[in-house]
Structures are given as C-alpha cells and as structure tokens.
C-alpha cells in the first residue's frame, strides 16, 4: 500500500512563487511514475506533471516553463517549484502515484491534496 501526503499550498500573489512536497510512504519503487495532478473548482482533474523513476519528465503545455517538477528516490519525495503564478493556476493539487501490474491495469494512489491559491 502506498500513502502520499501533501504540503507547501497556500496563497500567493500573481507572479508569486510556491514549492509543493509530497512524501510517500510504503511500496514506492522507481517504477513507480509519480507526478500532479490539479483540479480548478468546475473543472476536471488534469495533469501537471509527471516524472519517471529514470526521471524522464511529462507535463502540460500551460506550465511549461514555469513549473520544475523533482524527484528524490532515495528519499522517497516528490517536489514541484513553480514560479510565475497566476490566477489560472488556483486548483487542489493532488500527489500521484501509478504503476501498471504485469497484465498492463495500471494502479493509481493520490494524497489528500493541497490547496494552492493564487490571488492578489
């Protein structure tokens, strides 16, 4: 079983800076992909940004640039800087976890979520 838990929300003026940890705990191997995901109030839960345990990374078109997304393995955490904020960029933020099992049903965990506010 694998828990994720979430910190470093909160809110931040347009232009503004914030870092999000997330620790995991449990079986989290690096063949685990592990990235965020958000979820603006109305909308769907998308993704952020993803990163392999050989650390390839994958994220959306509307962060690029702004948002860095780091993992630790020996440490088992997860990070994301992003800078730049903008009032678009308000959502929960959700740590993920996802592997496929060896019949290719891929298993997903999320944390609690985080919630990341941007707003003068």
Known sequence: ????????????????????????????????????????PGKQRELVAEVTGAGRTNSADSIKGRYTISRDNAENT????????????????????????????RRDYWGQGTQVTVSS
């Open 78 to 105: 997860l990070s994301l800087q992003m800078y730049s904020l903008k009032p678009e960029d308000t959502a929960v933020y959700y740590c993920n976890a996802w592997v496929k099992n060896i019949l290719g049903a």
């Open 1 to 40: 079983q694998v828990q994720l838990v979430e910190s470093g929300g909160g809110l931040v003026q347009p232009g503004g800076s914030l870092r999000l940890s997330c620790e995991a705990s449990g079986s989290v191997f690096t063949n685990y992909v592990m990235g965020w995901y958000r979820q603006a």
